[in-house]
């Protein structure tokens, strides 16, 4: 498509449920950022794909939290055992230069 | 601690007027970046600068920088109802991979 794509818009998930979030990422793009944003507050950096190489993870908030990409495709944000605290707009960002693209987000509700 | 950090952090001005909005931020940078975003909507990017720029112009959109101050301004002149939305500076850290580090933004709110 022609920008960076990401489902589902809103999900309300119980607590202690896991979710899956998903990002399709402009085509070409080698570069991939998810980014957390709680409500009136800054985006938070949570992971960054580049290319084949060795995702940097360090901005994942626990070991609950993890992510995949396989080579410049789809990538999937997946949190397991779902806090209350974990209720943010989930943002998924491309790049091929130093501008990235976002999505529309994620909203997770965590109830 | 934050990177970028805008202030104020919420602003409301009438149509037609101009609307100022900072950020600063505390370490060196390659560019800095400002995005716009409306409710419920992702984000949009506006314009970014680099490093060795001082000012930079796009339509009704004027960014200065000065990295002895660490600080940038964003100004948007003639406002529009339209403006209305949260505006986000983002900086590039020297060494960061190109990981952006956003502020907590400043709501503008443009009345008709």
């Known amino acids: 498509g022609a920008g960076v794509s990401q489902s589902p818009s809103n999900k309300v998930t119980e607590k202690g449920k896991d979710v899956e979030l998903r990002c399709d990422p402009i085509?070409?793009?080698?570069?991939l950022y998810w980014y957390r944003q709680r409500l009136g507050q800054g985006l938070e950096f949570l992971i960054y794909?580049?290319?084949?190489?060795?995702?940097?993870k360090s901005g994942l908030p626990s070991d609950r939290f993890s992510a995949e990409r396989t080579g410049e495709s789809v990538s999937t944000l997946t949190i397991q055992r779902t806090q209350q605290e974990d209720s943010a707009v989930y943002l998924c960002?491309?790049?091929?230069?130093?501008?990235?693209?976002f999505g529309s987000g994620t909203r997770l509700t965590v109830v | 601690s934050q990177q970028g950090e805008e202030d104020p952090q919420a602003l409301s001005i009438q149509e037609g007027e101009n609307a100022t909005m900072n950020c600063s931020y505390k370490?060196?940078?390659?560019?800095l970046q400002w995005y716009r975003q409306n409710s419920g909507r992702g984000l949009v990017h506006l314009i970014l600068?680099?490093?060795?720029?001082r000012e930079k112009h796009s339509g009704r959109l004027r960014v200065t920088l000065d990295t002895s101050k660490k600080s940038s301004s964003l100004l948007i002149t003639a406002s529009r109802a339209a403006d209305t939305a949260s505006y986000f500076c983002?900086?590039?850290?020297?060494?960061?991979?190109?990981?952006?580090?956003f502020g907590s933004g400043t709501q503008l709110t443009v009345l008709p």
């Open positions: 085509s070409g793009h080698t570069a």
């Open positions: 960002a491309s790049s091929s230069r130093q501008t990235q693209a």
């Open positions: 983002a900086t590039d850290a020297t060494g960061s991979a190109r990981q952006l580090t």
């Open positions: 370490t060196s940078i390659n560019n």
């Open positions: 600068i680099r490093s060795n720029e």
């Open positions: 794909f580049q290319g084949n190489s060795a995702p940097d």
